[in-house]
């Protein structure tokens, strides 16, 4: 019967690996995955986890090897005829998305039962709570950053628990996981029903989406409990205490949950605690003295909380202690030389605080063991690194990243020592001499190089081979000479060099597999070389800022593009048509600024996952496509400036819901401007995303540590990977990162006339709005104070008429203004936000204003003084900011 039921049982699965093909024969003891009772005969047990499941990395898999190992389709009742069943695990496989099977509650006898992983999806079945000998149960989803889309797995398995109430009846229960299930739905009584489990041992409930958890317990049940996760989870509240009180607990993890308040109390009874997570919460204060008598921690994360004050020099009593992360807050001071004193610790990170003094070879005398080292400041802290030019460290590193502090200039020939390197990162460190022959040496096993913001000089070596995938950023720095040729490389970042010469046509050939290449800012010269359509991995590509001239070849094997940018160089010719002829088409970032580029923009319309188009100073023509605002439907930010476009501003624009930046100035562009602007729903509320899907997030995994978690930081490589210039406050200002804040209309220097739109007021977010040098007519809108946000207003060389209206003393923001060589009348407010506009330029050009700070009195004017105006509104005002240029 059991071996007949297996049979079933396997006649429902796909099985693309064959590792239940040897069951076959009579005798089903001997099958793979299943265990028999050697006195009875029964089936007891039955272990069907994918074999490879331990062999993939935690983040990321690979789905074709997951689709060929995993077993796939439906469990079948048969089953239930398995009574003697103790042990079922079924883990790391893909049944489809379909919920667990009731019937799996009819296991009376099971102790282990492992459903993890296996993309099960649903309500999780109250039934389980009649596995009264339960010990083990297992019920965990992937992890959402697993991204298993393709062909063989499925994007989610997120199960659903309504209530944990059906828990109660596992009262022999030592292991219990749900990690990413949806819990809430449970989330106000999930506690009391664990509570009630006095045997449990291991509680994991990451990412369950709980959000209520007492502060206190007055009798915790669960007495035997030893590990604790409830990490990425919305609890947003002070610590709960009663945590901290329970003796046995040896791993807690609290992290990603935005608990507050101080940590100094919590750290008082934790003698048996091992692993102790409490980052990337909202903790305060000082850490305390008393750290230093937890004898046998041996992991310690507080990164990214708000902890402040010095690090006490009892750390060093911590003799157990493997890994100590405190990166991302506030202490300050000296860094105690007692962290010498750590004999086994193998990750040190003290990243991004506010460290001053010196760091000297004292702090590593013992640290033999040291495999990881992490250290930074904020800039404004003076925190010298000088561990002596002699130096030989007790440590062999795989890791090293210092940054933000001052080292000898002198490249440190220390790490000559460190022959197992494979990260180097030494940013901001004042290094300012050559890098010498014996480091590149190394780059065979140098997965991450980043050497940049130094004053670093001489020639790179022409060819140097590094690991696959490997990232190197050497940026601002003083190298010259041609471009090096770095084999393996995925991620290079070159930019704000004295780097010269042409880039060689057999520059694809020599590195086939980048991914980010970034040479801005340096002397190129001659053209992009047509091989670079060779680069079929390349998904960012900014060349800008150089002296590259002919033609922009074609890319149209380029189907992983994202971004591109090859702004201010000498290109010239029209817009080729390959840019958007891969498929699949993700070009998401095009900025061409600043060259010699012509034609029209027909070559552009099949561009349609564009978030950001920047053709600005450049000599296009014709009218602007209607396509723009029919088939961008993503467009956040359309710069058009500078060019000989002609005809009216076209309606569809009014249809793009993310675009926040629109600059059409300096066109000739006539008509008058669309009231339907007042539609561009991007600009009714600040910006907080991204420009369109422009910037790739670089990623470095520093280091995988225990609990089967990563700590991944993420590092500032390829900071410059967007930029843009607008015309702002006047002048020409570069907004580099933040661009994506920019909320603009620049609609100036054309030929637009009629009124300024009233629904126009409707765009609360606007920053920037520019409409100066047309032909406009008719009043300044009363409602443009609902503008609540503006800074910038410049509505000068036009023909506007009436009086400036007083509800514009409310524009708290407004601090630049330009509203010259118009035809406004009467006097000019003087309450509010007019105080800081003293700057006669501000309003020259309009013969019949009055009052401060032009010359004319508004006594000479009152029959002309509008409603709403007193004397009030015409005193001198004392503040100075200035205005517009004209």
Sequence with gaps: MERNALLKFKEGLKDPSGRLSPWVGNYCCTWPG????????????????????????????????????????????SLLDLKYLHYLDLSWNNFEQTPIPNFIGSFTKLEYLNLSCAFFSGLVPPHLGNLSNLRYLDLSSFDEDYALVSDYALVSDYALVSDLN??????????????RANLSFASTNWLPAINMLPSLMELHLSSCSLHDI???????????????????????SPLPGWLFNTSSLAVLDLSYNDFSGQIAPYLENLNNMSVLDLGHNDLSGPLPISIGNLSSLEILYLSANQLNGP??????????????????????????????????????????????GVVSRIHFLHLNNMKSFFLSTVKEKPLRFDAGYDWIPPFSLYEILIGNCQMNPKFPIWLQTQKELQIVHLTNVGISSYVPDWFWKLSPQLRMLSLNANNLSGEL?????????????????????????????????LQKNSLSGPIPANFADAMPYLGCLVLSENHFNGSIPSSINKLEHLRLLLLENNELSGKIPSMNRLNKLQTLDLSNNNLFDNIPSSLCSQSPLRLSYLKLNGNNLYGNLSSLENCTELGTLGLANNQLHGVIPRWIG??????????????????????????????????????????????CLGNLSGLYHPQNGTIGSVAELFELDIFNVSKGTNLTAKLPYFEQIADMEFNVKGQTLKFVKIVDLVNLIDLSSNNLEGEIPEEIMKLSALGTLNLSRNQLTGNIPEKIADLRLLETLDLSVNHLLGPIPASMSSMTFLSHLNLSYNDLSGPIPSANQFQTFIDPSIYEGNPKLCGAPLPTNCSTHKNDTPEGYTGKDILMCSFYLGGFEL
Excluded: Y
């Excluded at 084999?487 to 290079?492: E, F, I, K, P």
């Design 214 to 236: 007492p502060t206190s317990l007055p009798i915790v049940n669960f007495s035997s409990i030893q590990v604790i996760d409830l990490s990425w989870n919305d609890f947003n």
């Design 166 to 179: 059906w828990i109660l009846g596992l009262s022999s229960l030592k292991f219990l996981g749900i990690d």
């Design 461 to 493: 070596p022409r060819s140097l081979k590094f690991p696959s995938d490997s990232t190197v950023d050497l940026s601002s720095n003083l190298f010259e000479g041609p471009i090096p040729l770095f084999s393996g490389v995925d991620q290079l970042n």
């Design 311 to 356: 690090l006490p020099i009892s750390i060093g009593n911590l003799s157990s202690l493997e890994i100590l992360c405190l990166s991302s807050n506030q202490l300050n001071g000296t860094i105690p030389e007692t962290i010498g004193q750590l004999k086994i610790l193998s990750i040190l990170d003290l990243t991004i605080n506010n460290w001053e």
């Design 630 to 675: 029919e088939t961008l439907s993503g467009l956040s930010i359309l710069q058009l400036r500078g060019n000989m476009f002609r005809g009216k501003i076209p309606k569809s624009l009014c249809s793009l819901p993310f675009l926040h930046v629109m600059d059409l100035g300096q066109n000739n562009l006539s008509g008058s401007i669309p009231p």
């Design 34 to 77: 299943v265990g028999c009772n050697r006195q009875t005969g029964h089936v007891t047990k039955l272990d069907l986890r994918m074999p490879l499941a331990n062999s993939f990395n935690s983040i990321k898999i690979d789905p074709e090897a997951f689709g060929s190992a995993s077993l796939q389709g439906t469990i079948s009742p």
